[in-house]
T-cell receptor
Framework: KAGVTQTPRYLIKTRGQQVTLSCSPI?????VSWYQQTPGQGLQFLFE???????NKGNFPGRFSGRQFSNSRSEMNVSTLELGDSALYLC????????????FGEGSWLTVV | TQLLEQSPQFLSIQEGENLTVYCNSS?????LQWYRQEPGEGPVLLVT?????EVKKLKRLTFQFGDARKDSSLHITAAQPGDTGLYLC??????????FGQGTRLTINP
């Protein structure tokens, strides 16, 4: 079955703009989590959604937000982009609310100029 | 805050050599996962270990979960250039979010 699909794969934005990234989980998976990966900080947890509800949230400013739809697809939004937001944004899914094994998509590369 | 420390951070060895990567924490984890990530791609799950002392083998890769479920190791036998990548360990306590180590960047030279 298809894996986790993220779009777009690459994008360039200007400081101050906002961006929306999309994630389609593995079919049947209802939990979606988002991570930011940078060379300096590694993989950092942003938030997790299950059945359209945010279950966990990482230590990121309010400019970072997300949502999940009834079909389990998820989007994350970053407003008022800063240069430091340049990163690989990874989405991961798992089947249920419990269990810790997650499966990643290929990521969305965001460059802020 | 749970922390996972991986060592070494960088490792460059010749093809055919053996190596071990470590993942350590002061916290107890209900499970621990190892991922490999290649440049420009997302991490790919290699293995999940659940039981203290558990050993799992994946071809030339051997994963071990510590008896106290606070640490793990990844041993690669006869490394090949295709093993090159960023190796990440991730653990969680109960249903909490996964915590990732900083990763070990492995380079296997032909």
């Amino acid at each position: 079955k298809a894996g986790v699909t993220q779009t777009p794969r690459y994008l360039i934005k200007t400081r101050g703009q906002q961006v929306t990234l999309s994630c389609s989980p593995i079919s049947g998976h209802r939990s979606v989590s988002w991570y930011q990966q940078t060379p300096g900080q590694g993989l950092q947890f942003l938030f997790e959604y299950f059945s359209e509800t945010q279950r966990n949230k990482g230590n990121f400013p309010g400019r970072f937000s997300g949502r999940q739809f009834s079909n389990s697809r998820s989007e994350m939004n970053v407003s008022t982009l800063e240069l430091g937001d340049s990163a690989l944004y990874l989405c991961a899914s798992k089947q249920g609310a419990s269990g810790n094994t997650i499966y990643f998509g290929e990521g969305s590369w965001l460059t802020v100029v | 805050t749970q922390l996972l420390e991986q060592s070494p951070q960088f490792l460059s060895i010749q093809e055919g050599e053996n190596l071990t990567v470590y993942c350590n924490s002061s916290s107890v984890f209900s499970s621990l996962q190892w991922y490999r990530q290649e440049p420009g791609e997302g991490p790919v799950l290699l293995v999940t270990v659940v039981t203290g002392g558990e050993v799992k083998k994946l071809k030339r890769l051997t994963f071990q979960f510590g008896d106290a479920r606070k640490d793990s190791s990844l041993h690669i036998t006869a490394a090949q250039p295709g093993d090159t990548g960023l190796y990440l360990c991730a653990g969680a306590e109960g249903a909490q979010k996964l915590v990732f180590g900083q990763g070990t960047r492995l380079t296997i030279n032909p």
